[in-house]
């Protein structure tokens, strides 16, 4: 006994919605890389200098999200 499906587009908002699937699909991801990146850059910059005595750079960045 065997059960088979098929797979195969029956119109043309089935392609539609696969395309859209792969579109959001490759975006999430480009998104997710984008977000890492960013966020190893802001450690690279901030926290590293933070960490090892030097704490103009986060108060820096401090002063200019809260424009004082």
């Not at 587009?9 to 999430?28: D, F, G, I, N, Q």
């Not at 480009?30 to 190893?40: D, E, S």
Request: glycine share 10%; no cysteine.
């Amino acid at each position: 006994m065997s059960i088979t499906l098929n797979l195969a587009p029956r119109k043309a908002a089935a392609h539609l919605s696969r395309t859209a699937a792969k579109v959001a699909t490759t975006a999430l991801a480009v998104g997710g890389l984008g977000v890492a990146v960013l966020l190893v850059a802001f450690v690279r910059t901030f926290g590293f200098e933070y960490f090892h005595g030097d704490h103009a750079a986060l108060a820096g960045l401090g002063r200019l999200l809260l424009r004082n």
